[in-house]
């Protein structure tokens, strides 16, 4: 695997319509808002990372980014633990790119680097806060196994409920998704 991008970022004056209501957004809504932890575009305004590869197909990079922002922004989810869930993606993928843009979005929600350093690893931080330990245990368990026992599912929704669970779910597939997204368009390499 090359470690290349393959996909040429596109810049903003060359995008047709439809590609320009993902690039708005994308750079204009709640990603953009807020303290900036890190670039989604780079100095000539083209997308970044996982976020350039949705524009190749409009119907679809809106609706995979629109998934993005309502798991970021809009799940029961706390910040900390969100933020734990994505690092473990991110370790569990080998992704370069989610590592370092949610090392600093983590840095931001209260994230050590000790922490941190550890989940670069694939080890489990001792976290204080059961709710936090039980979001990265399931997502330890849904990367190697892509399932959960009766147990596990019933210990999952105690500490974070079905929501929250289901929220889970749907951010380590978003993020596994991304990552793969970044190993095809972008370079990454395993």
Request: glycine share 14%.
């Amino acid at each position: 695997m090359g470690a290349r991008a393959r996909l040429a970022g596109l810049p903003p004056g060359e995008l047709d319509d439809e590609q320009t209501k993902v690039y708005r957004a994308i750079t204009g809504g709640p990603r953009a808002a807020g303290p900036q932890a890190f670039a989604l575009t780079d100095g000539e305004g083209r997308l970044r990372g996982p976020f350039n590869a949705m524009l190749l197909s409009p119907p679809v990079g809106l609706a995979v980014q629109a998934l993005g922002s309502a798991v970021r922004y809009g799940s029961v989810l706390g910040g900390r633990a969100r933020e734990l869930a994505i690092l473990a993606v991110a370790a569990h993928w080998n992704s370069a790119f989610e590592r370092e843009a949610h090392e600093a979005v983590g840095r931001l929600a209260g994230l050590t680097g000790p922490e941190m350093a550890a989940l670069r690893t694939g080890a489990a931080p001792g976290l204080a806060d059961p709710g936090e330990r039980a979001v990265l245990e399931t997502t330890g368990r849904l990367l190697r196994h892509g399932a959960l026992s009766d147990e596990e599912y019933a210990e999952a929704v105690s500490a974070v409920g079905e929501r929250g669970l289901f929220e889970l779910t749907t951010l380590v597939g978003y993020y596994s998704a991304l990552a793969l997204q970044l190993r095809v368009f972008a370079g990454e390499g395993p």
